[in-house]
């Protein structure tokens, strides 16, 4: 009798919808971020709810924006390879670091930065790249102070298509680096990031007041940069030369803010909605000196980048 109403226009798509149809056309979210709670400017209220109360309650708002790359978008193939090891009193170190890193696709530069150490170790390194002449081993003297200045200054002179980090102290060790080209050179990832919480650690590796700190920083940058990370403290970083020259073009953003340079490259690939991935390593003891970290210092500092980073990325 036409007494029933005509089915309404089905238009609304879940988050999840949209995931699926990407993965079937063969692309990968990076990034999902619900935003804006109130559409219209309200005398300054809509701003204020837009930028503070939505990412805190994601489920009020009405927008979803959805970041994707290509899966595979780069083409593969060998890669070049360069590793910088900033050094602080790490004599004991250098040459096992030269012996136990392993040469790279189509080839691998090992570029040791010494930063201001107390013992010998600028003259291990002159005397490891001089009894090494087969391995390409460049040595720089650090002019600023802190690691990531001397990641900076390392990464400056690299010629490798690929830039990777290893810590002096080789508690991540060095043949653990093959995972990370491969993950890289693959197109699997553009950012892989160690991840020192997934294997069994040696009984000295980690305190357990750091252990809990690193835990908290992870659940917090997954949060803030909307993408997994489980250990953002890992020293151990590594991503292509492209790459890496597009976070410098836009360090701007975020200014000189990081003594440690693991937060700075962090916050720019996510920026740049790099594919950030863990890779599992293996944490050992230290066989020579101690840590550089100060517990409670540093700590604070960190938390005070982290809160840094989330007014840039998260609230905006």
């Not at 990412?55 to 083409?75: M, N």
């Not at 570029?111 to 002449?133: L, M, Q």
């Not at 100060?294 to 840039?312: D, E, I, N, Y």
């Amino acid at each position: 009798m036409g007494l029933k109403p005509g089915e309404p226009a089905s238009n609304w798509l879940a988050t999840s919808d949209v995931v699926g149809l990407m993965e079937l056309g063969d692309w990968s979210p990076l990034v999902i971020q619900p935003r804006i709670i109130c559409p219209v400017q309200a005398w300054g209220l809509g701003s204020f709810l837009n930028r503070w109360i939505g990412p805190l309650i994601p489920w009020s708002c009405l927008t979803v924006f959805c970041v994707a790359r290509p899966l595979r978008s780069r083409e593969t193939g060998p890669l070049s390879v360069s590793v910088v090891i900033p050094a602080r009193n790490e004599a004991g170190n250098i040459e096992a670091a030269v012996l136990r890193t392993p040469d790279m696709g189509t080839g691998t530069e090992l570029i040791f930065v010494e930063g201001h150490s107390k013992d010998n170790t600028w003259e291990e390194i002159e005397r490891v790249a001089r009894a090494y002449p087969g391995r390409r081993i460049k040595t720089l003297r650090q002019a600023g102070s802190g690691k990531g200045d001397a990641v900076r200054a390392g990464f400056a002179v690299a010629e490798g298509d690929l830039f990777m980090i290893l810590d002096a102290d080789l508690t991540v060790p060095p043949e653990e680096l093959v995972k990370f080209y491969d993950a890289v050179a693959s197109g699997r990832t553009e950012f892989a990031n160690g991840s020192r919480l997934v294997y069994p650690m040696e009984k000295a590796a980690m305190r357990f007041l750091n252990m809990c700190a690193n835990k908290a920083f992870g659940i917090l940058f997954t949060r803030i940069l909307g993408q997994s990370l489980k250990d953002t403290l890992c020293g151990t970083k590594v991503l292509r030369r492209a790459d890496y020259e597009r976070i410098v073009a836009n360090r701007a953003y975020f200014g000189d803010f990081d003594p440690f340079g693991d937060f700075d490259l962090l916050f720019g690939a996510a920026r740049l909605n790099m594919k950030l991935v863990d890779v599992p390593v293996r944490y050992r003891d230290r066989t020579y000196g101690s840590t550089n970290i100060h517990r409670w210092r540093h700590g604070w500092l960190l938390l005070r980048m982290v809160l840094f980073a989330a007014r840039k990325l998260k609230f905006v």
